[in-house]
């Protein structure tokens, strides 16, 4: 009979290290999406983690219960057969058993499936909890009183780093593919990013004077395959509308005195801080497809479109008529040649370069020029981290191209 009992009592233990392993390890969500699907096990299980401290201690009381239980059999077992050794060669014994039948093996099992073992466990710990009401009560008023007297802080909310950490992981485990990956991780780092990041530069655009006669905006248009044109009046500090490709060659078409200024889209004017988030639901609501950046003078710095911002989510948008420009390229030495209007915090990132945390560029031509202070000429460069950084290509105004390269056995460098 105490055999019988002892064996029964190691069982107990085993279900009880599974449990607490398999509810402190379960996925919420997927339980959630078992119990929207009808599951009542589910349910059952999700109830019992939304109040976790009960659960916990429910299956301590249980575990520590049947442990002390089946040492006190085997103890009285084992006296009753080789005398006072019987106290060491209990000891012994019952280490090994709990620690392999009732540690290891139960909790190996119980982490390769969960949710599956937390359904089967739910109504017995149900009916456990009910029964063990007052002891849970009493370690409820515990924990509280040690969380006054040593002003224990709750967690906080799961950060951005922390939710593409999952994404790495659930990528890694293959439970998403790269795209997928991708796709999530830029979603979540959309609400941060600031519209100077993704911004057509001022010296980039292709805009027109208002009074500009119609056959250059049919040039324009016919030779650059953009449907939206920028149009100032005097500089391109003053962009007062956006001509649209469809309403310029109607008006064509129909009418010989063609008015530009009538046929003008208003624009949206935002601050290079906006965010791409915020910038998205302007778009949406005023219907319009451009914005123009400004800086505190009310000076163009860029414009940005909602191209623009699909792109930062879904990745480059090309059409039959685009000429596909690659800003960064893996060369045959290991090397890379790399667009001096890339942005240097995606070029750190793709390199597994650590970013430099002083700088307040945000292109690789702005970032050299920042470093070296000035604007550098063709072979001109810097070794930063272990690279070595040289421009390739270069005007009086700015950095054209570079080429990077990993500086073999040399350490980073400041």
């Known amino acids: 009979m105490s055999v019988a009992i002892l064996v029964l009592l190691i069982a107990l233990s085993a279900y009880f290290s599974a449990t607490e392993t398999a509810f402190s390890g379960v996925n919420k969500i997927r339980l959630k999406n078992m119990a929207a699907d009808g599951n009542k096990r589910a349910a059952r299980a999700l109830r019992l983690t939304e109040n976790f401290d009960k659960l916990l201690t429910t299956v301590l009381v249980g575990n520590n219960v049947v442990n002390i239980a089946a040492s006190s059999i085997a103890t009285f077992l ?19 058993l709990l620690l392999v039948f009732s540690e290891i093996t139960p909790k190996s099992m119980a982490k390769e499936a969960p949710e599956s073992f937390a359904m089967f466990s739910a109504p017995i710990i149900s009916l456990l909890q009910t029964l063990l009401t007052p002891i849970n009560w009493i370690f409820t008023m515990w924990k509280k009183t040690i969380s006054m007297l040593f002003h224990v802080k709750g967690g906080s909310a799961i950060t951005d780093d922390e939710l593409i950490t999952i994404v790495d992981e659930a990528q890694n485990e293959g439970g998403i593919g790269e795209n997928q990956g991708e796709l999530i991780r830029s979603a979540i780092e959309f609400s941060d990013l600031e519209v100077v990041h993704i911004l057509t530069p001022r010296v980039d655009i292709l805009a027109a004077e208002i009074s500009s006669p119609p056959k250059k905006f049919a040039s324009m248009f016919k030779n650059n395959h953009y449907s939206r044109i920028p149009v100032y009046k005097g500089t391109i500090d003053n962009i007062v509308g956006v001509l649209h490709e469809r309403d310029f060659y109607e008006k ?13 889209i208003p624009v949206e004017y935002i601050p290079k801080n906006t965010k791409i988030s915020e910038l998205l639901r302007i778009f949406q609501h005023s219907r319009c497809h451009m914005a123009v950046v400004v800086d505190e003078f009310g000076g163009t710095v860029g414009i940005i479109t909602m191209e623009d911002i699909l792109e930062e989510l879904v990745g480059e948008i090309w059409d039959e008529n685009d000429e596909i420009i690659s800003e960064i390229e893996s060369c045959d030495d290991g090397g890379y040649i790399v667009s001096g209007i890339a942005s240097i915090s995606k070029v750190f990132e793709i390199m597994d370069i650590e970013e430099d945390g002083n700088t307040q560029a945000v292109t690789v031509s702005g970032w050299l020029a920042e470093r070296m202070g000035k604007i550098p000429a063709v072979g001109e460069g810097i070794e930063f981290k272990g690279f070595r950084i040289s421009v390739s290509e270069a005007t009086p105004k700015r950095v054209i191209c570079v080429k990077i390269i990993k500086i073999a056995d040399q350490g980073d460098k400041k």
Do not use: Q, R
Request: glycine share 6%; charged share 20%; aromatic share 12%.
């Open 78 to 96: 084992f006296t009753s057969m080789f005398g006072d050794a019987g106290v060491t060669i209990s000891t012994l014994v019952m280490t090994v």
């Open 252 to 264: 064509m078409y129909f009418d010989k005195d063609i008015d530009i200024e009538s046929m003008l």
